[in-house]
């Protein structure tokens, strides 16, 4: 089965300026995840999704992140503006239900510089 | 709400030798916990999870171990390999929670 696609696969921007990645999770997956990695610690959530609606953006920084998952299936985070603490991996993740404890898939990230 | 600690951070062993890598949860509502893999500049892949109503589980050489009353649980690598070297992240989630991922753990296996 084809895995979890992500746009681009890198970026670099300067600060204040606007940022968008792309998501296309595995067919039939209902539950969607964006996860920001810096550079030595592990994935830390920033949105869930269950199809389109959200469930948990509690650590999400509303002032400048936001997504959208507008039919159920694909997804974009956007940051706008840009500052230097968020350069970092930007992971996407994907599941068959959220009713359970469930295996993620991840895709392979989009790697964020801001200078 | 959880917290996971991961130790150690860097974990350098012999080829053929076993690796252990450990993690400590707070939360003890969590039911589930999985371990990925991560290889330089690729994406976590699941190794290996266990739900808190077994105690071990093990698959070849990859083995997990949980402690719900100590609230710790542990990976174990038996007959490491060079292509055993990478990031391991332990992670942690109740019912219908988030996972909350732990630090993770450098492994270097030296041929």
């Known amino acids: 089965e084809a895995g979890v696609a992500q746009s681009p696969r890198y970026k670099i921007i300067e600060k204040r300026q606007s940022v968008a990645f792309w998501c296309n999770p595995i067919s039939g997956h209902a539950t969607l995840y964006w996860y920001q990695q810096i550079l030595g610690q592990g994935p830390k959530l920033l949105i869930q999704f269950q199809n389109n609606g959200v469930v948990d953006d509690s650590q999400l920084p509303k002032d400048r992140f936001s997504a959208e998952r507008l039919k159920g299936v694909d997804s974009t985070l956007k940051i706008q503006p840009a500052k230097l603490e968020d350069s970092a991996v930007y992971l996407c993740a994907s599941s068959f239900n959220t009713g359970l404890s469930e295996k993620l898939f991840f895709g392979s990230g989009t790697q964020l510089s801001v200078l | 709400g959880e917290n996971v600690e991961q130790h150690p951070s860097t974990l350098s062993v012999q080829e053929g030798d076993s690796a252990v890598i450990k993690c400590t949860y707070s939360?003890?509502?969590?039911?589930?916990f999985p371990w990925y893999k991560q290889e330089l500049g690729k994406r976590p892949q699941l190794i290996i999870d266990i739900r808190s109503n077994v105690g071990e589980k093990k698959d070849q050489r990859i083995a997990v171990t949980l402690n719900k009353t100590a609230k710790h649980f542990s990976l174990h690598i038996t007959e490491t390999q060079p292509e055993d070297s990478a990031v391991y992240f332990c992670?942690?989630?109740?019912?219908?929670?988030?996972?909350?991922f732990g630090k993770g753990t450098k492994l270097s296996v030296k041929p």
């Open positions: 939360d003890s509502a969590s039911n589930y």
């Open positions: 992670a942690a989630s109740r019912s219908q929670g988030n996972l909350i």
